[in-house]
């Protein structure tokens, strides 16, 4: 994954961009980067990894050697970024979201009518640069998107700062990444997460509309080229990755978690489960709202068995080995015995992708004396890997722990028989969740129905992307 941000305006801004950027932290733990432009020094970048530091400590001298009343910046799980291009469309700086499924096809393509690439580790090559050289494949920006767009299998939403201070923003065509705008009264700001400008003093001017590209200085927003009609945005969005403080369309994350976790009571009643449950919580972060809104419907009370200990430890899925961030997700969880030990315990999580960090996690509770763990998954079973995004490692759809229990339970025959393992209340999704259970040493599992997931963001189905859940793109 990955988020950008930029500002143009009447004063340096440089500074807001810094804490902008920082703000898109949580989205990505390889790379980060910031371009500012002014009219003395023209275009100035900085990248730095920070793998082992997070953005502000790798990024806090910046103002010593640069200032801009323009700047973007990105925070990135894939590529260095922001590039600097020069080409016959102008010279400019680059950064994008989102992933290239078919890079090595559009790079056999130019390499073979003579173009040429700066290959990375590996002789792969910056997704960034490659989005650069089909975009300078026409003779001007608005077209040059176009065609990018058009040509790439996935998903690039793209934020550009020219050499004379204006910015220009796309977002990638059909709108599965979020891109908005806020205004304050220097200027606009660029944005993943629209909380990131908020806090810098800018108010909602609007969200970008799928494949729409606008050109923005400080004076105002110009509409190079028009939405399309087709929307599909990534409904893991407010599941997971997005930030609690974000909307997306109009949707706040956090309010969507509880009324999906009361979505979850609600199920758990209409099917008659009446399990003893001491306390309910959340495996945090991202799980604990979600948790919230179950113990709010159910009655329950929500307790926080165990807390994350984060002041040091890096995030969890950052190293690239799983046994290492396995031992880093244990590291960081630290009991209270006294919400443990003899107590019957009902967890929701996000989502269960792998399933290999939430074994982790009961065996834990369990070591620490917990009498029974019941777990519900805020998402229906993940059934496919994402192509879109790249929110998860997964390089293959065995990897994900309902397609591993398919294929123990029925082989291959059972791939076609998904929709009826993602329900509950079907002999094939009851054989599932079981299987899960004792795989995962659950007392009893169920995970959110695609209907509820719909429901609680509010948004019509046709306009979500849900290809992880159900394989429809």
Not at 129 to 152: P, Q, Y
Not at 243 to 259: D, F, I, K, L
Not at 269 to 274: L, P, S, T
Request: hydrophobic share 35%; glycine share 10%; proline share 4%.
């Amino acid at each position: 994954m990955g988020g950008f941000f930029g500002i143009t305006s009447r004063r340096d801004c440089l500074a807001d961009v810094f804490f902008g950027v920082d703000y898109h932290s949580h989205l990505g733990t390889r790379r980060a980067g910031l371009v500012a432009f002014n009219a003395r020094d023209g275009l100035q970048r900085t990248i730095h990894n920070i793998e082992n530091a997070p953005f502000r400590t790798k990024f806090a001298d910046v103002f010593k050697d640069m200032s801009g009343t323009s700047a973007i910046g990105c925070i990135s799980d894939v590529d260095p970024q922001p590039l600097l291009v020069r080409s016959q469309i102008g010279t400019y700086a680059i950064c994008i979201t989102g992933v290239i499924n078919n890079a090595e096809q559009l790079i056999q393509s130019y390499l073979d009518t003579g173009a040429h690439f700066d290959a990375m580790s590996g002789g792969r090559i910056n997704s960034t640069e490659l989005v650069a050289a089909l975009i300078s494949e026409k003779d001007n920006f608005t077209d040059g998107i176009h065609f990018a767009h058009a040509a790439i299998e996935g998903t690039a939403s793209i934020l550009i700062l020219k050499d004379d201070g204006s910015l220009i923003a796309a977002r990638d065509r059909f709108g599965r990444l979020p891109v908005q705008i806020g205004k304050n009264a220097d200027g606009y700001a660029v944005s993943f997460e629209s909380f990131a400008y908020q806090k810098l003093g800018f108010e909602d001017e609007r969200e970008l509309g799928p494949g729409e590209i606008v050109q923005i200085t400080p004076d105002g927003v110009t509409q190079l080229g028009a939405p399309g009609k087709t929307k599909r945005i990534c409904a893991f969005l407010w599941s997971y990755y997005g930030y609690p403080t974000s909307s997306y369309e109009g949707v706040n994350v956090e309010a969507m978690r509880y009324r999906n976790g009361r979505i979850l009571a609600q199920n758990d009643k209409a099917a008659g489960r009446d399990e003893p449950i001491d306390y309910v919580g959340g495996v945090p972060d991202s799980g604990t709202p979600h948790a919230i809104g179950y113990a709010n419907e159910s009655g329950l009370p929500f307790a926080r068995a165990f807390i994350k200990y984060t002041p040091t430890w890096s995030r969890s899925f950052t190293p690239p080995e799983q046994t290492e961030r396995e031992q880093i997700a244990k590291m960081k969880q630290i009991p209270v015995y006294e919400l443990i030990k003899d107590k019957n315990l009902l967890f929701v999580d996000d989502s269960i992708v792998r399933g290999t960090q939430l074994k982790e996690t009961v065996e834990f509770l369990y070591e620490n004396g917990a009498k029974s763990v019941h777990m519900r998954s805020a998402c229906p079973p993940i059934m496919y890997g994402c192509k879109f995004l790249n929110f998860s490692r997964a390089t293959s759809d065995m990897e994900l722990i309902a397609r591993r229990v398919i294929m123990e339970l029925e082989g291959e025959e059972g791939f076609n028989h998904l929709e009826e393992y993602s329900r509950g209340d079907t002999e094939r999704g009851r054989a599932l969740r079981q299987t899960i259970c004792d795989k995962l040493h659950f007392a009893s599992l169920d995970f959110q129905s695609l209907e509820g997931v719909v429901k609680a963001i509010g948004l019509p189905m046709e306009e979500l992307c849900t290809y992880c859940w159900n394989g429809r793109e």
